[in-house]
Protein backbone atom coordinates (compact mmCIF):
# COMPACT_ATOMS: atom_id res chain seq x y z
CA UNK A 1 0.00 0.00 0.00
CA UNK A 2 1.63 3.58 -0.89
CA UNK A 3 0.54 6.24 1.12
CA UNK A 4 0.83 10.05 0.65
CA UNK A 5 1.62 12.19 2.51
CA UNK A 6 2.61 16.07 1.55
CA UNK A 7 4.63 17.68 4.16
CA UNK A 8 3.27 21.67 4.75
CA UNK A 9 5.99 24.17 3.79
CA UNK A 10 8.02 25.09 7.01
CA UNK A 11 10.58 27.48 7.85
CA UNK A 12 12.48 26.53 10.78
CA UNK A 13 15.06 29.46 10.26
CA UNK A 14 16.29 32.22 7.74
CA UNK A 15 18.82 33.51 6.18
CA UNK A 16 20.31 36.55 6.97
CA UNK A 17 18.85 39.92 5.64
CA UNK A 18 21.25 41.66 3.01
CA UNK A 19 20.30 45.34 2.70
CA UNK A 20 22.29 46.53 -0.40
CA UNK A 21 22.71 50.19 -0.84
CA UNK A 22 23.92 50.76 -4.51
CA UNK A 23 21.74 52.55 -7.01
CA UNK A 24 22.20 49.75 -9.82
CA UNK A 25 24.61 46.26 -10.37
CA UNK A 26 25.64 47.76 -13.42
CA UNK A 27 29.40 46.77 -14.50
CA UNK A 28 30.38 49.94 -16.39
CA UNK A 29 34.14 50.77 -18.26
CA UNK A 30 35.10 53.31 -16.33
CA UNK A 31 36.17 52.29 -12.64
CA UNK A 32 33.00 51.08 -11.17
CA UNK A 33 32.08 51.85 -7.14
CA UNK A 34 29.99 49.92 -5.32
CA UNK A 35 28.88 50.80 -1.72
CA UNK A 36 27.14 48.18 0.13
CA UNK A 37 25.81 48.32 3.48
CA UNK A 38 24.17 45.32 5.47
CA UNK A 39 23.15 44.20 8.65
CA UNK A 40 21.90 41.03 9.85
CA UNK A 41 18.17 41.11 10.62
CA UNK A 42 16.08 37.88 11.20
CA UNK A 43 13.60 37.48 8.09
CA UNK A 44 11.33 34.75 10.32
CA UNK A 45 11.05 33.43 13.61
CA UNK A 46 10.74 30.21 14.99
CA UNK A 47 7.53 30.69 16.35
CA UNK A 48 5.53 29.34 13.13
CA UNK A 49 5.81 26.21 11.45
CA UNK A 50 5.03 27.45 8.20
CA UNK A 51 5.74 29.66 5.47
CA UNK A 52 5.81 32.59 6.77
CA UNK A 53 7.89 36.02 6.66
CA UNK A 54 7.64 37.92 9.68
CA UNK A 55 8.80 41.63 8.28
CA UNK A 56 6.01 41.12 5.57
CA UNK A 57 3.45 39.39 7.84
CA UNK A 58 3.94 41.83 10.86
CA UNK A 59 3.64 45.01 8.65
CA UNK A 60 1.29 44.12 5.40
CA UNK A 61 -1.64 42.17 6.17
CA UNK A 62 -0.81 40.52 9.33
CA UNK A 63 -1.51 37.26 7.32
CA UNK A 64 -0.44 34.32 8.72
CA UNK A 65 -1.10 30.86 6.84
CA UNK A 66 -2.70 27.79 8.26
CA UNK A 67 -1.12 24.55 8.03
CA UNK A 68 -1.43 22.43 5.41
CA UNK A 69 -4.14 20.30 5.51
CA UNK A 70 -3.23 17.63 2.32
CA UNK A 71 -4.87 14.32 3.30
CA UNK A 72 -3.23 11.31 3.70
CA UNK A 73 -4.76 9.28 1.34
CA UNK A 74 -3.96 5.00 1.44
CA UNK A 75 -3.90 3.76 -2.16
CA UNK A 76 -3.61 0.42 -3.44
CA UNK A 77 -4.56 -1.69 -6.48
CA UNK A 78 -6.22 -4.93 -5.67
CA UNK A 79 -8.33 -7.75 -7.82
CA UNK A 80 -11.90 -6.94 -5.93
CA UNK A 81 -14.85 -8.27 -8.26
CA UNK A 82 -16.27 -4.38 -8.69
CA UNK A 83 -19.53 -5.53 -8.63
CA UNK A 84 -18.88 -7.13 -4.91
CA UNK A 85 -16.76 -4.06 -4.12
CA UNK A 86 -18.06 -2.14 -0.95
CA UNK A 87 -17.41 1.81 -0.02
CA UNK A 88 -18.63 5.10 -0.63
CA UNK A 89 -18.42 5.72 -3.91
CA UNK A 90 -17.58 3.95 -7.29
CA UNK A 91 -16.02 5.55 -9.88
CA UNK A 92 -16.00 4.13 -13.31
CA UNK A 93 -14.29 5.04 -16.36
CA UNK A 94 -16.14 4.29 -20.05
CA UNK A 95 -15.41 5.52 -23.46
CA UNK A 96 -17.74 5.82 -26.21
CA UNK A 97 -17.27 2.18 -27.04
CA UNK A 98 -18.08 1.46 -23.91
CA UNK A 99 -21.89 2.93 -23.55
CA UNK A 100 -22.91 0.52 -27.20
CA UNK A 101 -26.50 -0.86 -26.33
CA UNK A 102 -27.85 -4.06 -28.04
CA UNK A 103 -31.52 -4.30 -29.25
CA UNK A 104 -32.79 -4.35 -26.44
CA UNK A 105 -31.06 -1.34 -25.03
CA UNK A 106 -28.85 -3.07 -22.80
CA UNK A 107 -25.44 -2.64 -22.42
CA UNK A 108 -23.11 -4.54 -24.27
CA UNK A 109 -19.99 -4.40 -21.81
CA UNK A 110 -19.98 -6.55 -19.41
CA UNK A 111 -19.09 -4.79 -16.79
CA UNK A 112 -21.75 -2.31 -16.99
CA UNK A 113 -24.01 -5.05 -17.55
CA UNK A 114 -23.36 -6.39 -14.77
CA UNK A 115 -23.60 -3.20 -12.34
CA UNK A 116 -27.13 -2.09 -14.46
CA UNK A 117 -28.44 -5.89 -13.41
CA UNK A 118 -27.31 -5.43 -9.67
CA UNK A 119 -29.36 -2.09 -9.85
CA UNK A 120 -32.37 -3.28 -11.61
CA UNK A 121 -31.73 -1.16 -14.78
CA UNK A 122 -31.18 2.21 -12.74
CA UNK A 123 -28.08 2.81 -14.55
CA UNK A 124 -29.07 2.01 -17.90
CA UNK A 125 -31.73 4.29 -17.25
CA UNK A 126 -29.76 7.36 -15.88
CA UNK A 127 -27.64 7.44 -18.44
CA UNK A 128 -30.53 7.75 -21.36
CA UNK A 129 -31.80 10.41 -19.01
CA UNK A 130 -28.66 12.27 -18.95
CA UNK A 131 -27.47 11.71 -22.40
CA UNK A 132 -24.95 10.33 -21.00
CA UNK A 133 -22.43 8.82 -24.29
CA UNK A 134 -19.15 8.71 -22.63
CA UNK A 135 -17.40 11.80 -24.12
CA UNK A 136 -15.11 13.19 -22.79
CA UNK A 137 -15.94 15.70 -20.06
CA UNK A 138 -18.92 14.11 -19.27
CA UNK A 139 -20.28 12.24 -16.01
CA UNK A 140 -23.42 11.18 -13.98
CA UNK A 141 -23.57 10.57 -10.42
CA UNK A 142 -26.45 8.12 -8.49
CA UNK A 143 -26.72 8.12 -5.08
CA UNK A 144 -28.25 4.82 -3.89
CA UNK A 145 -28.84 3.41 -0.53
CA UNK A 146 -25.30 1.77 -0.42
CA UNK A 147 -22.78 4.52 -1.67
CA UNK A 148 -22.81 6.20 -4.94
CA UNK A 149 -22.29 5.50 -8.17
CA UNK A 150 -20.05 7.84 -10.50
CA UNK A 151 -19.64 7.40 -14.23
CA UNK A 152 -17.05 9.40 -16.00
CA UNK A 153 -17.04 10.01 -19.99
CA UNK A 154 -13.16 8.81 -21.00
CA UNK A 155 -14.04 9.68 -25.18
CA UNK A 156 -13.67 7.70 -27.93
CA UNK A 157 -10.41 5.96 -26.65
CA UNK A 158 -8.75 6.39 -23.35
CA UNK A 159 -4.70 5.98 -24.92
CA UNK A 160 -3.23 9.03 -23.33
CA UNK A 161 -2.27 9.58 -19.28
CA UNK A 162 -4.02 12.88 -19.56
CA UNK A 163 -7.46 10.91 -20.01
CA UNK A 164 -6.92 8.98 -16.84
CA UNK A 165 -5.69 11.47 -14.76
CA UNK A 166 -8.92 13.08 -16.00
CA UNK A 167 -10.75 9.97 -14.46
CA UNK A 168 -9.16 10.01 -10.88
CA UNK A 169 -9.87 14.37 -10.65
CA UNK A 170 -13.29 13.29 -11.75
CA UNK A 171 -13.66 10.69 -9.26
CA UNK A 172 -11.79 12.94 -6.56
CA UNK A 173 -14.48 15.49 -7.16
CA UNK A 174 -16.91 13.16 -6.84
CA UNK A 175 -15.49 12.36 -3.56
CA UNK A 176 -15.25 15.61 -1.94
CA UNK A 177 -19.11 16.37 -3.30
CA UNK A 178 -19.99 13.25 -1.54
CA UNK A 179 -17.72 13.65 1.61
CA UNK A 180 -16.37 10.16 0.73
CA UNK A 181 -14.19 8.19 3.13
CA UNK A 182 -13.55 5.04 0.49
CA UNK A 183 -13.65 4.91 -2.88
CA UNK A 184 -12.81 2.78 -5.68
CA UNK A 185 -11.90 2.99 -9.59
CA UNK A 186 -12.25 1.20 -12.14
CA UNK A 187 -12.10 1.27 -15.87
CA UNK A 188 -15.56 -0.63 -17.92
CA UNK A 189 -12.93 -2.10 -20.17
CA UNK A 190 -9.20 -2.82 -19.83
CA UNK A 191 -9.42 -4.49 -23.63
CA UNK A 192 -6.45 -3.57 -25.48
CA UNK A 193 -4.35 -2.54 -22.80
CA UNK A 194 -1.02 -4.25 -21.79
CA UNK A 195 0.25 -4.56 -18.71
CA UNK A 196 2.83 -1.66 -19.07
CA UNK A 197 -0.31 0.91 -19.99
CA UNK A 198 -2.18 -1.11 -16.83
CA UNK A 199 0.41 0.08 -14.82
CA UNK A 200 0.81 3.39 -16.19
CA UNK A 201 -3.15 4.07 -16.08
CA UNK A 202 -3.31 3.30 -12.83
CA UNK A 203 -0.88 5.94 -11.66
CA UNK A 204 -2.11 8.75 -14.13
CA UNK A 205 -5.91 7.63 -11.74
CA UNK A 206 -3.94 7.24 -8.85
CA UNK A 207 -2.24 10.96 -9.54
CA UNK A 208 -5.78 12.41 -10.41
CA UNK A 209 -7.48 11.68 -7.25
CA UNK A 210 -3.95 12.51 -4.82
CA UNK A 211 -4.03 16.38 -6.93
CA UNK A 212 -7.82 16.51 -7.27
CA UNK A 213 -8.58 15.95 -3.47
CA UNK A 214 -5.63 18.46 -2.86
CA UNK A 215 -7.50 22.16 -1.47
CA UNK A 216 -4.68 24.81 -0.26
CA UNK A 217 -7.11 26.51 2.27
CA UNK A 218 -4.07 28.19 4.22
CA UNK A 219 -5.15 31.12 4.03
CA UNK A 220 -9.05 30.55 4.36
CA UNK A 221 -10.35 31.65 8.13
CA UNK A 222 -13.04 28.17 7.43
CA UNK A 223 -12.44 24.86 5.73
CA UNK A 224 -13.58 21.99 4.88
CA UNK A 225 -11.20 19.14 5.08
CA UNK A 226 -11.64 16.18 2.66
CA UNK A 227 -12.59 13.10 4.33
CA UNK A 228 -11.07 10.84 1.42
CA UNK A 229 -9.21 8.48 3.36
CA UNK A 230 -8.68 5.92 0.73
CA UNK A 231 -8.61 4.90 -2.85
CA UNK A 232 -8.69 1.49 -4.16
CA UNK A 233 -7.57 1.14 -7.97
CA UNK A 234 -9.66 -1.94 -9.48
CA UNK A 235 -8.92 -4.23 -11.95
CA UNK A 236 -5.68 -2.81 -13.44
CA UNK A 237 -3.40 -5.62 -11.76
CA UNK A 238 -1.65 -6.30 -8.20
CA UNK A 239 2.33 -6.72 -6.66
CA UNK A 240 5.52 -4.85 -6.31
CA UNK A 241 5.48 -2.97 -9.92
CA UNK A 242 2.39 -1.74 -9.88
CA UNK A 243 2.42 -0.39 -6.12
CA UNK A 244 6.17 0.92 -6.96
CA UNK A 245 4.39 2.77 -10.10
CA UNK A 246 1.77 4.15 -7.67
CA UNK A 247 4.34 4.78 -4.99
CA UNK A 248 6.37 6.69 -7.71
CA UNK A 249 3.28 8.98 -8.62
CA UNK A 250 3.13 9.71 -4.95
CA UNK A 251 5.96 11.23 -4.69
CA UNK A 252 5.67 13.72 -7.73
CA UNK A 253 2.29 14.54 -6.04
CA UNK A 254 4.08 15.64 -3.04
CA UNK A 255 6.18 17.59 -5.73
CA UNK A 256 3.45 19.29 -7.69
CA UNK A 257 1.93 20.25 -4.21
CA UNK A 258 4.96 22.13 -3.03
CA UNK A 259 4.69 24.13 -6.14
CA UNK A 260 1.25 24.83 -6.36
CA UNK A 261 1.90 26.17 -2.77
CA UNK A 262 4.62 28.28 -3.45
CA UNK A 263 2.94 29.89 -6.44
CA UNK A 264 -0.61 30.09 -4.57
CA UNK A 265 1.06 32.19 -1.47
CA UNK A 266 0.90 35.86 -1.85
CA UNK A 267 3.84 38.03 -2.17
CA UNK A 268 3.81 39.29 1.57
CA UNK A 269 4.44 35.32 2.20
CA UNK A 270 6.54 33.63 -0.05
CA UNK A 271 9.49 36.60 -0.41
CA UNK A 272 13.14 35.33 -2.48
CA UNK A 273 14.05 34.68 1.59
CA UNK A 274 11.56 32.50 1.90
CA UNK A 275 12.49 30.35 -1.20
CA UNK A 276 15.90 30.12 0.04
CA UNK A 277 14.79 28.72 3.66
CA UNK A 278 12.07 25.67 1.19
CA UNK A 279 15.35 25.29 -0.82
CA UNK A 280 17.28 24.57 2.82
CA UNK A 281 14.01 22.89 4.43
CA UNK A 282 14.72 20.46 0.97
CA UNK A 283 18.18 19.86 1.57
CA UNK A 284 17.78 18.78 5.17
CA UNK A 285 15.01 16.34 4.30
CA UNK A 286 17.39 14.86 2.15
CA UNK A 287 20.94 15.71 3.56
CA UNK A 288 22.23 12.28 2.55
CA UNK A 289 21.61 13.28 -1.81
CA UNK A 290 20.96 16.76 -1.63
CA UNK A 291 23.09 19.84 -0.98
CA UNK A 292 22.58 23.80 -0.64
CA UNK A 293 24.30 26.50 -1.52
CA UNK A 294 22.36 29.76 -1.26
CA UNK A 295 24.41 33.14 -2.20
CA UNK A 296 23.33 36.41 -0.95
CA UNK A 297 23.75 39.83 -2.86
CA UNK A 298 27.08 40.79 -2.00
CA UNK A 299 28.34 36.98 -3.07
CA UNK A 300 26.71 37.48 -6.31
CA UNK A 301 28.26 40.89 -6.52
CA UNK A 302 31.45 38.61 -6.58
CA UNK A 303 30.25 36.55 -9.44
CA UNK A 304 29.57 39.85 -11.46
CA UNK A 305 26.05 38.74 -12.07
CA UNK A 306 24.81 42.26 -13.15
CA UNK A 307 21.87 41.39 -15.00
CA UNK A 308 20.37 39.92 -11.96
CA UNK A 309 20.99 41.90 -9.51
CA UNK A 310 20.17 44.74 -11.65
CA UNK A 311 16.58 43.51 -11.39
CA UNK A 312 16.63 42.94 -7.92
CA UNK A 313 18.40 46.63 -6.54
CA UNK A 314 14.88 48.20 -6.11
CA UNK A 315 13.70 45.15 -3.65
CA UNK A 316 15.87 46.44 -0.49
CA UNK A 317 13.36 45.37 1.73
CA UNK A 318 13.18 41.67 0.62
CA UNK A 319 16.90 41.71 -0.63
CA UNK A 320 17.93 38.56 -3.44
CA UNK A 321 18.73 35.02 -2.71
CA UNK A 322 20.49 32.65 -5.39
CA UNK A 323 19.19 29.18 -4.48
CA UNK A 324 21.61 25.88 -5.73
CA UNK A 325 20.59 22.77 -4.99
CA UNK A 326 22.36 19.68 -5.79
CA UNK A 327 21.42 16.10 -5.78
CA UNK A 328 23.40 13.38 -6.11
CA UNK A 329 23.83 9.47 -4.45
CA UNK A 330 26.50 8.49 -2.71
CA UNK A 331 27.48 5.59 -5.32
CA UNK A 332 30.74 5.99 -7.20
CA UNK A 333 29.10 5.45 -10.87
CA UNK A 334 29.28 7.99 -13.52
CA UNK A 335 27.09 10.32 -13.67
CA UNK A 336 25.10 12.54 -16.16
CA UNK A 337 25.17 16.15 -14.86
CA UNK A 338 22.29 18.31 -15.60
CA UNK A 339 20.53 21.54 -14.87
CA UNK A 340 17.17 22.49 -13.68
CA UNK A 341 16.76 26.45 -14.10
CA UNK A 342 13.44 28.35 -13.18
CA UNK A 343 12.59 31.77 -12.89
CA UNK A 344 11.97 32.94 -9.29
CA UNK A 345 10.13 36.64 -9.38
CA UNK A 346 8.19 36.40 -6.12
CA UNK A 347 6.77 39.75 -7.36
CA UNK A 348 6.81 41.34 -10.35
CA UNK A 349 5.88 45.03 -10.19
CA UNK A 350 7.19 45.60 -14.28
CA UNK A 351 9.47 48.28 -12.65
CA UNK A 352 9.40 51.70 -14.34
CA UNK A 353 7.40 50.09 -16.93
CA UNK A 354 4.51 49.25 -14.72
CA UNK A 355 2.33 47.46 -15.65
CA UNK A 356 -1.11 48.55 -15.79
CA UNK A 357 -4.64 48.26 -16.81
CA UNK A 358 -6.99 45.60 -16.49
CA UNK A 359 -5.12 42.82 -19.03
CA UNK A 360 -1.50 43.52 -17.09
CA UNK A 361 -2.43 40.65 -14.54
CA UNK A 362 -0.11 42.41 -11.82
CA UNK A 363 -2.47 40.81 -9.06
CA UNK A 364 -1.54 37.67 -10.37
CA UNK A 365 2.38 38.83 -10.25
CA UNK A 366 3.24 36.28 -7.43
CA UNK A 367 3.15 33.19 -10.24
CA UNK A 368 6.05 35.07 -11.70
CA UNK A 369 8.18 32.26 -9.70
CA UNK A 370 6.32 29.43 -11.34
CA UNK A 371 9.71 28.01 -12.79
CA UNK A 372 11.32 28.31 -9.58
CA UNK A 373 7.93 26.58 -7.79
CA UNK A 374 8.33 23.64 -10.09
CA UNK A 375 12.26 23.16 -9.93
CA UNK A 376 11.74 22.92 -6.08
CA UNK A 377 9.00 20.59 -6.31
CA UNK A 378 10.94 18.56 -8.41
CA UNK A 379 13.90 18.51 -6.00
CA UNK A 380 11.54 17.48 -3.45
CA UNK A 381 10.43 14.48 -5.89
CA UNK A 382 13.62 13.11 -6.82
CA UNK A 383 14.90 13.64 -3.16
CA UNK A 384 12.07 10.53 -2.18
CA UNK A 385 13.14 8.47 -5.43
CA UNK A 386 16.89 9.08 -5.28
CA UNK A 387 17.46 7.84 -9.30
CA UNK A 388 21.48 6.60 -9.68
CA UNK A 389 23.83 7.23 -12.46
CA UNK A 390 22.42 11.56 -12.54
CA UNK A 391 23.48 15.01 -10.84
CA UNK A 392 21.03 17.48 -10.89
CA UNK A 393 21.62 20.95 -10.36
CA UNK A 394 18.73 22.85 -9.23
CA UNK A 395 18.87 26.80 -9.74
CA UNK A 396 16.97 29.66 -9.23
CA UNK A 397 18.26 33.71 -8.92
CA UNK A 398 15.23 34.83 -6.71
CA UNK A 399 14.19 38.16 -6.15
CA UNK A 400 11.31 40.54 -6.71
CA UNK A 401 11.15 43.35 -9.53
CA UNK A 402 10.08 47.00 -7.58
CA UNK A 403 10.11 50.15 -7.90
CA UNK A 404 12.46 53.06 -5.79
CA UNK A 405 15.36 55.63 -6.55
CA UNK A 406 17.91 52.33 -6.41
CA UNK A 407 16.37 50.52 -9.18
CA UNK A 408 16.79 49.83 -13.02
CA UNK A 409 15.69 52.17 -15.41
CA UNK A 410 14.64 51.87 -18.88
CA UNK A 411 18.05 52.69 -20.97
CA UNK A 412 20.22 51.00 -18.08
CA UNK A 413 22.89 48.77 -19.42
CA UNK A 414 23.58 45.87 -17.24
CA UNK A 415 26.71 43.73 -17.51
CA UNK A 416 25.79 39.84 -17.04
CA UNK A 417 28.50 37.31 -15.66
CA UNK A 418 29.67 36.35 -19.10
CA UNK A 419 30.81 39.52 -19.59
CA UNK A 420 27.76 40.43 -22.14
CA UNK A 421 26.25 43.91 -21.89
CA UNK A 422 22.60 44.26 -22.29
CA UNK A 423 20.63 47.99 -23.08
CA UNK A 424 17.16 47.79 -21.13
CA UNK A 425 14.36 48.88 -23.03
CA UNK A 426 12.18 47.77 -20.67
CA UNK A 427 12.15 46.69 -17.11
CA UNK A 428 8.97 44.23 -17.43
CA UNK A 429 11.38 42.19 -19.37
CA UNK A 430 12.70 41.53 -16.01
CA UNK A 431 12.98 37.74 -16.44
CA UNK A 432 15.31 37.05 -18.68
CA UNK A 433 18.19 39.24 -17.02
CA UNK A 434 17.44 36.60 -13.81
CA UNK A 435 17.72 34.08 -16.32
CA UNK A 436 20.69 35.42 -17.70
CA UNK A 437 23.00 35.07 -14.95
CA UNK A 438 21.37 31.94 -13.82
CA UNK A 439 22.00 30.08 -17.23
CA UNK A 440 25.56 31.46 -16.98
CA UNK A 441 26.15 29.98 -13.50
CA UNK A 442 24.70 26.34 -14.82
CA UNK A 443 26.82 26.18 -17.87
CA UNK A 444 29.76 26.48 -14.92
CA UNK A 445 28.98 23.22 -12.88
CA UNK A 446 29.86 21.46 -16.02
CA UNK A 447 26.63 20.23 -17.02
CA UNK A 448 25.72 18.64 -20.37
CA UNK A 449 22.12 19.75 -20.46
CA UNK A 450 19.96 22.47 -19.46
CA UNK A 451 15.82 22.09 -18.82
CA UNK A 452 15.03 26.37 -17.57
CA UNK A 453 11.02 27.11 -16.75
CA UNK A 454 9.96 30.78 -16.79
CA UNK A 455 6.93 32.57 -16.76
CA UNK A 456 8.69 34.62 -19.41
CA UNK A 457 6.48 36.16 -21.89
CA UNK A 458 2.69 36.74 -22.75
CA UNK A 459 2.98 36.43 -26.54
CA UNK A 460 3.58 32.34 -25.59
CA UNK A 461 -0.24 32.25 -24.19
CA UNK A 462 -1.45 34.30 -27.40
CA UNK A 463 0.27 31.56 -29.78
CA UNK A 464 -0.86 28.52 -27.45
CA UNK A 465 -3.33 29.86 -25.09
CA UNK A 466 -3.48 29.07 -21.52
CA UNK A 467 -2.76 24.99 -21.41
CA UNK A 468 0.07 24.45 -23.49
CA UNK A 469 4.23 25.33 -22.99
CA UNK A 470 6.40 26.48 -25.25
CA UNK A 471 9.16 24.56 -25.92
CA UNK A 472 12.82 26.17 -27.71
CA UNK A 473 15.99 24.54 -28.31
CA UNK A 474 18.11 24.37 -31.19
CA UNK A 475 18.76 20.33 -30.14
CA UNK A 476 16.18 18.02 -31.73
CA UNK A 477 17.30 15.39 -29.75
CA UNK A 478 16.83 17.57 -26.22
CA UNK A 479 13.68 18.50 -27.70
CA UNK A 480 12.43 14.75 -28.10
CA UNK A 481 13.51 14.02 -24.89
CA UNK A 482 11.43 16.62 -23.03
CA UNK A 483 8.60 15.73 -25.74
CA UNK A 484 8.48 12.75 -24.73
CA UNK A 485 9.45 12.92 -20.58
CA UNK A 486 5.86 15.43 -21.16
CA UNK A 487 3.59 12.73 -22.77
CA UNK A 488 4.43 9.92 -20.36
CA UNK A 489 3.01 12.92 -17.56
CA UNK A 490 0.18 14.38 -18.96
CA UNK A 491 1.37 17.80 -19.42
CA UNK A 492 1.27 19.97 -22.51
CA UNK A 493 3.63 21.07 -24.71
CA UNK A 494 4.29 22.13 -28.47
CA UNK A 495 8.02 22.84 -29.85
CA UNK A 496 8.66 26.59 -31.31
CA UNK A 497 10.48 27.47 -33.90
CA UNK A 498 14.07 29.08 -33.06
CA UNK A 499 13.84 31.82 -35.42
CA UNK A 500 17.43 33.13 -35.89
CA UNK A 501 16.65 35.68 -38.12
CA UNK A 502 14.93 37.73 -35.18
CA UNK A 503 17.95 38.15 -33.63
CA UNK A 504 18.79 41.30 -35.57
CA UNK A 505 15.69 42.98 -33.91
CA UNK A 506 17.56 42.36 -30.11
CA UNK A 507 20.37 44.59 -31.39
CA UNK A 508 21.49 47.80 -29.67
CA UNK A 509 23.26 50.70 -30.53
CA UNK A 510 25.36 51.05 -27.46
CA UNK A 511 25.40 47.85 -26.22
CA UNK A 512 25.69 44.04 -27.37
CA UNK A 513 21.86 43.41 -27.08
CA UNK A 514 18.47 44.65 -26.39
CA UNK A 515 16.25 42.96 -23.65
CA UNK A 516 13.31 42.93 -25.80
CA UNK A 517 12.26 43.10 -29.36
CA UNK A 518 9.44 44.63 -31.27
CA UNK A 519 6.08 42.82 -30.27
CA UNK A 520 5.48 40.54 -33.24
CA UNK A 521 7.25 36.88 -32.09
CA UNK A 522 8.24 37.89 -28.65
CA UNK A 523 8.59 34.64 -27.04
CA UNK A 524 10.95 33.30 -29.67
CA UNK A 525 12.84 36.58 -29.21
CA UNK A 526 12.78 35.70 -25.68
CA UNK A 527 14.32 32.73 -26.03
CA UNK A 528 16.84 33.86 -28.62
CA UNK A 529 18.18 36.23 -26.08
CA UNK A 530 18.59 33.29 -23.17
CA UNK A 531 20.67 31.42 -25.74
CA UNK A 532 23.11 34.10 -25.38
CA UNK A 533 24.14 33.21 -22.29
CA UNK A 534 24.43 29.21 -22.75
CA UNK A 535 27.78 27.44 -23.44
CA UNK A 536 27.36 26.64 -27.20
CA UNK A 537 28.80 22.69 -25.96
CA UNK A 538 25.01 22.27 -24.00
CA UNK A 539 21.80 20.97 -24.39
CA UNK A 540 19.50 23.65 -23.70
CA UNK A 541 15.77 24.14 -23.64
CA UNK A 542 13.63 26.58 -22.55
CA UNK A 543 10.02 26.24 -21.66
CA UNK A 544 7.84 29.11 -21.75
CA UNK A 545 5.05 28.38 -19.25
CA UNK A 546 3.61 31.63 -18.60
CA UNK A 547 0.16 29.66 -19.66
CA UNK A 548 -0.20 26.65 -17.95
CA UNK A 549 1.19 27.61 -14.90
CA UNK A 550 -2.28 29.27 -13.49
CA UNK A 551 -5.94 27.77 -13.54
CA UNK A 552 -7.93 30.92 -14.63
CA UNK A 553 -11.19 28.83 -14.39
CA UNK A 554 -9.96 27.15 -10.72
CA UNK A 555 -8.37 30.20 -9.53
CA UNK A 556 -5.37 28.39 -8.18
CA UNK A 557 -1.89 26.89 -9.11
CA UNK A 558 -1.18 24.18 -11.24
CA UNK A 559 2.12 23.17 -10.20
CA UNK A 560 3.03 22.44 -14.09
CA UNK A 561 6.54 21.36 -14.67
CA UNK A 562 7.23 19.28 -11.82
CA UNK A 563 6.28 15.94 -13.31
CA UNK A 564 7.69 16.39 -16.47
CA UNK A 565 10.97 17.60 -15.14
CA UNK A 566 11.48 14.44 -12.54
CA UNK A 567 10.24 12.04 -15.69
CA UNK A 568 12.98 13.60 -17.65
CA UNK A 569 15.75 13.45 -14.39
CA UNK A 570 14.85 9.58 -14.68
CA UNK A 571 15.29 9.13 -17.87
CA UNK A 572 18.95 10.68 -18.12
CA UNK A 573 19.92 8.70 -15.06
CA UNK A 574 22.33 5.99 -16.24
Given at each position: ??????????????????????????????????????????????????????????????????????????????????????????????TENDLARDENSKFKNPLLQQLDSKLNGLLSAASSEEDFSGKSGQSINLRLPGGRITLVGLGSSASSPTSYHSLGEAAAAAAKSAQARNIAVSLASTDGLSAESKINSASAIATGVMLGIFEDNRFRSESKTPALESLDILGLGTGPEIESKIKY??????????????????????????????????????????????????????????????????????????????????????????????????????????????????????????????????????????????????????????????????????????????????????????????????????????????????????????????????????????????????????????????????????????????????????????????????????????????????????????????????????
Amino acid sequence: MATLRVSSLLASSSPSSLHCNPSGFTKCQSSPRWAFSFSVTPLCSRRSKRIVHCIAGDTLGLTRPNESDAPKISIGAKDTDVVQWQGDLLAIGATENDLARDENSKFKNPLLQQLDSKLNGLLSAASSEEDFSGKSGQSINLRLPGGRITLVGLGSSASSPTSYHSLGEAAAAAAKSAQARNIAVSLASTDGLSAESKINSASAIATGVMLGIFEDNRFRSESKTPALESLDILGLGTGPEIESKIKYAEHVCAGVILGRELVNAPANIVTPGVLAEEAKKIASTYSDVITVNILDAEQCKELKMGAYLAVAAAATENPPYFIHLCFKTMSRERKRKIALVGKGLTFDSGGYNLKTGAGSKIELMKYDMGGAAAVLGAAKALGEIRPFGVEVHFIVAACENMISGAGMRPGDIVTASNGKTIEVNNTDAEGRLTLADALIYACNQGVEKIIDLATLTGAIVTALGPSVAGAFTPSDGLAREVIVAAEASGEKLWRMPMEESYWKSMKSGVADMINTGPGEGGAITGALFLKQFVDEKVQWLHLDIAGPVWSDEKKNATGYGVSTLVEWVLRNSL
